[in-house]
């Protein structure tokens, strides 16, 4: 497969804080990562709290700067690149839903170009591969958390994305509910033929979700291959440990 998305060297630097002597060290939340997440293919970040996954995927979407480094889309620097223009989703852990907005006016938010018709055929659609077949017209202050996150997927989807970027979106849920909506999200994803980089800290969702899983610890990529592959070759006695192996 060709590659879709490159990260080259890419560091996010927080600037320092404070003034005189309770002034702040600036913080280097990612620190020279280099990756490539390969058309149609989900790649999942894992890392423990503060390791930088979350930063990592934000400057990929243009929400946080870039000290150094690039990213590229189809081999093309986007990092001038405004976020509304890169072509980009996003899912957030909490969703973001618009509460003065029903389910389909959230999900039809990014197609606001298109006709009626067609508009409307892609918030059917997209609700019934989300699993929320008929709920356009539902209040989204009634919905459970998981029916919450699954119009925020289906809002990020709808507009038929270049890359979806997904960050730790089922955390907020159980642990029963979440190892079912991973599921879920596996067959959305692939049904999609969606490329993505996904964000979490849970082993069996990046697991279930992901062709590839990348373990970040203190602002560095230190593992990148299949969960499989990577519990039989951890590479260091830091990353095995954060496996459990």
């Known amino acids: 497969m060709s590659t879709a998305l490159e990260v080259a060297d890419l560091s996010v630097v927080y600037p320092a804080t ?6 702040s060290a600036p913080v280097t939340a990612v620190d020279a990562v280099s ?7 989900v790649l999942a970040l894992l890392g423990p709290s503060g390791c930088g996954k979350s930063s990592l995927l934000r400057a990929v979407a243009g929400l946080e700067p870039v000290a150094a480094g690039a990213v590229r889309w189809a081999g093309r620097d986007v990092v001038a690149t405004p976020v509304h223009r890169r072509g980009f989703g996003m899912v957030f852990q909490d969703g973001q839903l618009f509460p003065f907005r029903d389910v389909a006016g ?3 938010y990014g197609l606001a170009g298109l006709p009626r018709a067609e508009r409307e055929a892609r918030v059917d659609e997209v609700l019934a591969l989300v699993g929320l077949p008929g709920y356009g017209h539902r209040a989204v202050t009634t919905l459970s958390g998981g029916q919450a996150q699954r119009v925020a997927l ?8 270049r890359l979806l970027l997904l960050d730790e979106p089922l955390s907020a849920l159980d642990r029963a509910l979440r190892e079912s909506l991973s599921q879920d999200l596996a067959r959305i994803l692939r049904a999609e033929g969606m490329t993505a980089l996904y964000v979490t800290h849970d082993h ?3 697991e279930a979700v992901a062709d590839r899983v990348g373990v970040m610890v203190a602002g560095r990529l230190r593992a990148l291959g299949t969960m499989g592959a990577l519990r039989a070759h951890p590479g260091d006695e830091e990353v095995a440990r954060f496996l459990g192996v």
């Open 106 to 108: 959230n999900v039809a």
């Open 18 to 23: 404070g003034r005189g002597a309770s002034r």
């Open 35 to 41: 990756l490539t997440v390969a058309d149609g293919e």
């Open 154 to 161: 289906a809002r990020s989807l709808a507009p038929r994305p």
């Open 204 to 206: 069996a969702e990046a």
